[in-house]
């Protein structure tokens, strides 16, 4: 069984910075996929980002190339998603999650065993 635990979430200015951590418990994460999703009013959830935990390749949606970084750190079981030049169209509730092995496609969220429970960003225009 594996726990995430997120944060960082909050109210942010358009153009400015947030960062989301989410650290996982109960498990090694030696061969591992973490992936970012989020979720605004009204619409699908979407994949935002993700980090494979054995070299640390990270893969990005197209919208947030360039102003999002996914990172990890193995030491803590943690990873980070560093939003830069925050949207009003970013708004959403963001979430971590994790599957145990080296995903081909991390970008299915169905295919993610565990999930965090969401965190709030609003970003105001």
């Known amino acids: 069984q594996v726990q995430l635990v997120e944060s960082g979430g909050g109210l942010v200015q358009a153009g400015g910075p947030l960062r989301l951590s989410c650290a996982a418990s109960?498990?090694?994460?030696?061969?591992?996929?973490m992936g970012w999703f989020r979720q605004a009013p009204g619409k699908e959830r979407e994949f935002v980002a993700a980090i494979w935990w054995s070299d640390g390749n990270t893969y990005y949606q197209d919208s947030v190339k360039g102003r999002f970084t996914i990172s990890k750190d193995n030491t803590k079981n943690t990873a980070y998603l560093q939003m830069n030049s925050l949207k009003a169209e970013d708004t959403a509730v963001y979430y971590c999650a994790f599957d145990p092995s080296n995903m081909l496609d991390a970008a299915r969220a169905w295919e993610y065993e565990y999930w965090g429970q969401g965190t709030q960003v609003t970003v105001s225009s």
């Open positions: 109960g498990r090694t994460l030696r061969r591992a996929t």
